[in-house]
């Protein structure tokens, strides 16, 4: 009897409300992000593992209007990706601190002043996934994944040290990137579009 009253602990719909269950939600806390192509040395799972926090992409279509007789008509311009941010643990070895040393030099070389041929010398890509608390013995599986491609740190922030705090030092990247894909169970979105002009303005 509790468990059949725990299927009412959601909006009603109507209809069959045997079926009104509440589903699982995905937790903040249960994720990884993991870095390809990021600094030199190779191996970026110090990143991964001294990860504090790290903000999912944001896309804005840019409005575009066509004034006509008594109206408007509106529809979507071209996407950009907003800069996504991670803050990052500065683990007493320095491992993370080199990373992203190494990083901001590909894209710069601050010694020489000399900066890089092309976005491929220095951009990384970066995959954020969204796991359901498996660790260990136990897999974890992912229940949705960003994938971040053409990634590069626009800014980094090495925070600030205080006397009166014993929390632990952390470095800020923001970061750009050129195009982001999502994976919601692991098979991607994709979905046939009519690209005519008039679907496009009165669809």
Not at 45 to 51: I, S, Y
């Amino acid at each position: 009897m509790a468990i059949a009253s725990l299927t009412k602990f959601t909006v009603p719909l109507g209809g069959d409300t045997a079926a009104q269950g509440l589903l699982m939600p995905k937790l903040k806390y249960r994720f990884r992000i993991i870095f390809l192509n990021f600094g030199v040395s190779g191996s970026t799972t110090e990143l991964t593992k001294q990860v504090v926090d790290f903000a999912r992409p944001q896309i804005t279509f840019d409005e575009q209007i066509i004034e006509i007789y008594n109206s408007r008509i509106k529809y979507a311009g071209k996407p950009a990706w907003g800069d996504t941010t991670v803050n990052l643990r500065d683990d007493a070895t320095g491992q993370v601190s080199k990373l992203v040393g190494e990083q901001i030099q590909k894209q710069f070389d601050f010694m020489e002043q000399s900066s890089a041929r092309s976005g491929i010398d220095y951009k990384f890509q970066m995959n954020c996934e969204l796991l359901d608390g498996g660790n260990g013995a136990n897999a974890a599986t992912v229940l949705e994944s960003w994938e971040l491609y053409g990634c590069y740190v626009k800014d980094v922030n090495y925070g600030d040290l205080n006397y009166g705090e014993s929390s632990p030092a952390q470095i800020a990247l923001s970061i750009a990137f050129d195009n982001a894909v999502q994976k919601p169970d692991g098979s991607g979105i994709g979905a046939a579009v009519n690209r005519t002009l008039g679907s496009v303005i009165t669809g």
